[in-house]
């Protein structure tokens, strides 16, 4: 009775891992809404904190100045999410761009392959015209939502 019983338990632990990680997957492919947090650094310094909702498949184009810096110092992210190709895991296309000038600049299109309520950090560095240019960092987390119909229109395109 008590070996059964131990077995029971044993069993019922591994049923709630595997409805837990089969709730995860199905939220994340069944979601028309993603919540997306992220830290948007320039130089090593927070130009903000944003916090979007974006539907799936859409765009969110956040443009971002550092409180009390200059317009050149400005960061532009446009990002879209969707179910990502390996189960369980969100696809982020974020297109990050500069203004070193008075027009945005494209400085990188990275893709980013993201678990749900895990951070994922990405660092924009590199050379142009031969002079080094502050690096952009972007660390971002991704919580899947579902959604009404009226969350999804105030999302927008």
Sequence with gaps: LTRNAGREVLVLR???AAFALFTVCASVHAADLYKVDM???????????????????????????????????????????????????VAVHLMIFDRPAREWMLRAKPDVVAW?????????????????????????????????LAAVAAAGS
């Design 14 to 16: 591994h049923i709630s």
């Design 39 to 89: 830290t948007v650094l320039r130089g090593g310094v927070v130009v903000a904190r944003p916090s979007v909702r974006v539907a799936a498949d859409k765009i969110a184009d956040l443009t971002m100045t550092p409180s009390g810096g200059p317009e050149k110092d400005a960061v532009r992210v446009a990002l879209s999410v969707a179910p990502g190709t390996q189960s369980g895991t």
């Design 116 to 148: 749900p309520g895990r951070e994922a950090t990405l660092e924009v560095g590199g050379n142009k015209d031969g002079a080094r240019d502050a690096t952009i960092g972007v660390t971002l987390t991704v919580t899947p939502e579902m959604s009404t």
